[in-house]
């Protein structure tokens, strides 16, 4: 079969440094191509080329067998090839119908109409997006619905995924995988970029593995297995080192209790939540979404408020508090690394150096008044750089020039800077590459045999296994059973999140 | 000015000392099954006050000192003394020396080379004897309570009393030192090596370090305790044995600060049954919460609130909880006061189980990691 798209020979360099390295690729006619690699392996920006966001240094691009220039995304759409990106591009203070037909609008237009033909295009799909809804008030789900949708009403030949399914709930990947098998009936081409290799492994008919820049293999999902994909990844096989299960003799002995939540309770959200936690332990805390994990965190860190009455207790080193607003929660000791890094974990137009100083003023904000100390902020970019191993192109690439990997540690760096007692990660390592895993999951032991009390909530139940030395599962707002690692299995876990 | 209108405003809202929260009995305090299904070495009534004196193990089981020889294989008790007043509390050590505290008030002191000594009695008060301990040339004497005798506990905590003291008495000369007063029901007392008193002070659920001498105040060694503590025992190998020997509960905490409706209760219900807790629960239709109502097709839930529980916790040296051993509200080994470790193997008391049963320490909660 002749490839419905075909590139070969393509480079891509920014500022001399090449980010795509003489990759070939094909793209059949109604088949589901996934791309892996960890982060900075050049997945996006291979993507970008073939969706003419970006162009090629370097080689060059068939489509249906004629070389092809895209010299923009909308030259790209005219000739089918549409990209769903992992920040959507829709308006925020527009409607999903608006949204929808944006660039088709005529001179007068009827609202009511476009309501209904969204309504329509909606229903067909399956989405349960209500067109008269603005895009800001919609969840991530919903707005890559949205986005798919956009894709799909353009009668795109090519749809290209960039993640698609970081911000998706179980239920919605579900729809969202029937969506793909709809639109490969209907003969569309898809690709596919994902970090959860089951997802991969399930749905895509061939996987293409980069690393640096390189293509390293392509070849039909059946002649891959979640080991093989490592090894291509990372050139090594990290999968039994990631996710092994703990033994009990593994597990650190309880120290010091640092934290304990009595009765908490905000809203529907948080129940009677009643926990401790200790130094010199990861306590690992699963639950479905909804359960409740996120945000007794973050009430314990001060970001959102509990109950005004009868909202519970917290007792921080044997102190109640109840705190307001983050900062003195950080005074004493207690930091929360978000589970939304490019939201609320820094500033991603500044460098490095700025975005880990801005832990420290944080940490002492009435101490040193206004004045930035610039020698301590270099000299604590290069010593966290260090330590965190954080890579970048050079040593002012500001945040949001590093891969997902490099960011999460800077969220972790300027985290630690603080100098905190009880660490709380929010799924550390959510839209991570599997090579930073690994060294996420080494600075958390590492932290947690210093003394320090950790908190760790994940929804990946490897990764819970592997870490927690106490694992609590949350259910309906409260902590409803607690296990040992070596005393319990995947699906006791699941079990409890689910009954 | 703010103090009070804060306390007004917590009370309003259920914050600060106005929230009726407990500790949570997880991490080394997780619940099991051990004391559940340990051996029972003895089924007696209402034993009490384990005290080793390196080769045999007495014990009180109402107005009877008894004795066992934990090394036969089959125990059989040997009633040693039989008083006119319930013991309240036993002290032996490897000199042969024995102390017995008596529910009237009376302290006795018997050593081998002497006759039984009589204590006086420190405050001039009756006195409420509920710990003892042996030190070389002197007794450490906790008192419950100035107002009430130790069989009346729970009048005293349901009364909120906070009027125990701990006495250091010197058995050369029978002087009595005061070494602290004002405490809120002191039920048992240890000495770690350095020679410092560690006493559990049960109505505030925790253990403190009493000073050497009277000045000087109590220093909080652990504190928020899921319930309420007994007796403290040395640990082989280093550390304590801790005993609860009844759980606190939200219903009972609000029950404390409703002093009108505590007053009707002390006025019209039954000591057993009052809303507090208990050695033991579930054995008469009488009694309040029955489970709080957690059952299914007949049995009880482990995990339904209950006025009584077992619980032991082994104490590392820093008196921070390291594993812990259970008898569940489904449970019957209730109401442990007290107990002995006789090196890989610890006796304890389940006063409310009617039971003395025999438990591995390598079973508890976090026990593996000791």
């Known amino acids: 079969m002749n490839p419905l798209l075909e590139m070969r020979g393509v480079t891509k360099e920014y500022r001399g440094v090449p980010v795509v390295k003489n990759v070939d690729f094909t793209l059949l006619q109604g088949e589901v191509h996934a791309i892996l690699g960890e982060n900075g392996a050049g997945k996006s920006t291979l993507t970008k080329i073939m969706a003419g966001v970006v162009q090629p240094t370097a080689g060059t691009l068939r489509l249906d067998g004629h070389a092809t220039v895209f010299a923009t995304p909308a030259i790209a759409l005219e000739h089918g090839v549409a990209m769903v990106f ?167 002995s309880a120290g010091r209790r640092v934290l304990s939540v009595q009765d908490l309770t905000m809203g529907n959200m948080v129940r009677n939540n009643s926990f401790s936690v200790y130094e010199g332990q990861i306590t690992g805390m699963f639950g479905l979404v909804g359960s409740g994990r996120s945000e007794t965190a973050r009430i314990i860190a001060g970001i959102i408020k509990r109950d005004f009455f009868y909202g519970g207790e917290v007792q921080f080193e044997g102190r109640t508090v109840r705190y307001k607003v983050p900062a003195p929660a950080v005074k004493d000791g207690i930091v929360y690394v978000t589970e939304d890094r490019k939201a609320e974990g820094f500033f991603e137009t500044m460098p490095i150096a700025d975005n880990l100083y801005a832990g420290l003023l944080a940490k002492n904000l009435n101490a040193g008044g206004a004045l930035v100390n610039m020698t301590e902020m270099r000299a604590l970019a290069d010593s966290w750089t260090q330590t965190l191993n954080i890579r970048a192109t050079d040593k002012n690439a500001r945040a949001v020039e590093l891969s997902g990997g490099n960011q999460q540690k800077l969220v972790i760096g300027k985290a630690l800077l603080q100098k905190p007692r009880l660490v709380i990660f929010d799924e550390p390592t959510r839209g991570v590459d599997v090579g930073a895993i690994g060294e996420i999951h080494q600075f958390i032991n590492r932290i947690a045999d210093e003394g320090l009390a950790v908190i760790m909530i994940s929804s990946y139940l490897p990764e819970i296994m592997n870490l927690s030395d106490r694992i609590l599962v949350f259910r309906q707002g409260r902590v409803v059973e607690e296990f040992t690692p070596g005393e319990t299995t995947e699906e006791k876990i699941m079990y409890a999140a689910v009954h | ?125 009756p006195s409420c004897p509920t710990a003892l301990l042996l030190n070389e040339s002197a007794l450490i004497v906790c008192h419950g309570s100035k107002e009430r005798s130790p069989l009346a506990w729970k009048h005293d905590l349901m009364e909120r009393n906070a009027s125990g003291s701990v006495w250091r008495i010197d058995l050369v000369t ?197």
């Open chain 1, 86 to 252: 992992q920040e959507t591009t829709l308006v925020p203070s527009m409607t999903v119908a608006q949204n929808l037909f944006l660039g088709e609008e005529r001179f007068l237009n009827r609202l009511r109409s476009i309501y209904i033909s969204a309504q329509q295009f909606l229903q067909s799909l399956n989405f349960p997006v209500d067109p008269t809804a603005t895009v800001a008030s919609l969840g991530a789900a919903k707005k890559q619905m949205v986005e798919i949708a956009r894709a799909v009403r353009h009668k795109a030949r090519i749809i290209i995924f960039d993640e698609p399914t970081a911000a998706l709930t179980p239920e919605e990947k579900h729809y969202f995988f029937a969506l793909v098998e709809r639109l490969k009936s209907r003969g569309v081409s898809i690709v596919f970029i994902s970090h959860a290799l089951e997802e991969a492994l399930d749905i895509a008919d061939r996987i293409t593995v980069l690393r640096d820049g390189e293509h390293i293999v392509t070849d039909a999902t059946a002649g891959f297995d979640r080991d093989k994909i490592i090894r291509a990844m990372v050139g090594r096989s990290l999968s039994g080192e990631l996710y092994r299960r703990r033994e009990q003799e593994q597990v650190r």
């Open chain 2, 1 to 125: 000015m703010m103090g009070p209108l804060r306390r007004a405003l917590d009370r309003f809202r259920g914050a600060g000392d106005a929230a009726i929260t407990l500790p949570p009995m997880d991490g080394t305090i997780r619940p099991n099954q051990a004391i559940e299904m340990a051996e029972v070495v003895l089924e007696i009534d209402r034993p009490d006050n384990l005290a080793f004196d390196g080769r045999r193990v007495f014990f009180s089981s109402g107005a009877a000192v008894l004795v066992l020889d934990p090394a036969q294989a089959v125990a059989e008790a040997e009633t040693v003394a039989t008083f006119e007043s319930e013991v309240t509390c036993l002290a032996a050590d490897c000199d042969g020396n024995l102390a017995v505290g008596l529910d009237d008030g009376t302290i006795l002191f018997g050593a081998r080379s002497r006759e039984v000594q009589r204590i006086s009695d420190p405050g001039g008060r």
């Open chain 2, 174 to 370: 029978g002087t009595p030192t005061r070494l602290s007063d004002g405490l809120a029901f002191p039920y048992g007392v240890v000495l770690d090596p350095g020679g410092n008193l560690a006493v559990a002070e049960s109505w505030r659920h925790r253990i403190i370090a009493v000073p050497r001498t009277s000045d000087g105040a109590p220093l909080p060694l652990l504190d928020h305790l899921p319930g309420y503590p007994a007796r403290l025992s040395p640990a082989a190998g280093g550390g304590y044995w801790l005993c609860i020997f009844a759980p606190r509960s939200r219903l009972v905490e609000f029950v404390l600060r409703e002093r009108d409706f505590c007053a009707d209760m002390f006025r019209e219900v039954e000591p057993d049954y009052w809303i507090a807790p208990s050695l033991s629960s579930g054995r008469s239709f009488l009694e309040p919460l029955q489970g709080g109502g957690i059952k299914q097709l007949g049995i009880l839930k482990p995990w339904a609130p209950s006025r009584s529980y077992g619980l032991l916790i082994r104490l590392d040296a820093n008196f921070h909880p390291i594993a812990s051993f259970h008898s569940r509200a489904d449970g019957t080994r209730h109401g442990v006061t007290s107990c002995v470790d006789l090196g890989g193997r610890v006796l304890a008391a389940c006063k409310g189980g009617n039971a003395i049963v025999a438990l591995d320490p390598g079973l508890g909660s976090g026990a593996a990691r000791t």
